[in-house]
């Protein structure tokens, strides 16, 4: 079972315009939440990440939301560039029992900015 | 560049062969992930490690064997493999504290077994 969805396989928008990527997950063990930015061929970059104790983080043109009731959360980057242009990887980390905190990933979701 | 290292960046092997995948983390993290991604996929963890102790195992098939020699170092050693384990591997390193923390990736290993 996939404890974190991301239900977008992709996004277009126009450049200046908002993007919002979208995240749901099911464990409610998770505590926190990042976004990662990818390009082909490369490892996934910390974008941006949000506690469980909080609703909302800001980050320059990136913003992070967290509903916990809903179990959702989303990223907001306005305005969008070209270079924007990635998969973007939802994650949720717990730690399980007295193991290691333990990174959970959805399926990411490609966005494209129109120039 | 951040910090987390992996050599080779490609590798092709044959099913018969045994090779291994090397990553480095120069961050001062206690924590070692091994997560693969295929296709369409999300990332896959397979294995973590805490000051080199294995911690968990995504129920992985033995043709692939970790190692972690110490905090800094983290292996997979790959033996026998199957064209459908053809994927890009990807390390990863935090810092395991009580509360959460961002995970480094370093740039993978696409590896094609033929």
């Known amino acids: 079972d996939q404890q974190v969805k991301q239900n977008s396989p992709s996004l277009s928008v126009q450049e200046g315009r908002i993007s919002i990527l979208n995240c749901d997950y099911t464990?409610?063990?998770?505590?926190?939440f990042l976004w990662y930015k990818k390009y082909p061929a490369e490892g996934p970059t910390f974008l941006i990440s949000i506690s469980s104790i909080k609703d909302k983080n800001e980050d320059g043109r990136f913003t992070v939301f967290l509903n916990k009731s809903a179990k959702h959360l989303s990223l907001h980057i306005v305005p969008s560039q070209p270079g924007d242009s990635a998969v973007y990887f939802c994650a949720a980390s717990a730690r399980p029992g007295s193991g290691t905190y333990k990174y959970i990933f959805g399926t990411g979701t490609r966005l494209k900015v129109l120039a | 560049e951040t910090g987390v290292t992996q050599t080779p960046r490609h590798l092709v092997m044959g099913m018969t062969n045994k090779k291994s995948l090397k990553c480095e983390q120069h961050l001062g993290h206690n924590a070692m992930y091994w997560y693969k991604q295929s296709a369409k996929k999300p990332l896959e963890l397979m294995f973590v490690y805490n000051f080199k102790e294995q911690t968990e195992n995504n129920s992985v098939p033995s043709r692939f064997s970790p190692e972690c020699p110490n905090s800094s170092h983290l292996f997979l050693h790959l033996h026998t493999l199957q064209p459908e384990d053809s994927a890009l591997y990807l390390c990863a390193s935090s810092q395991d504290f009580d509360r959460g923390t961002e995970a480094f990736f370093g740039q993978g290993t696409r590896l094609t077994v033929v």
């Open positions: 464990n409610s063990m998770f505590d926190y």
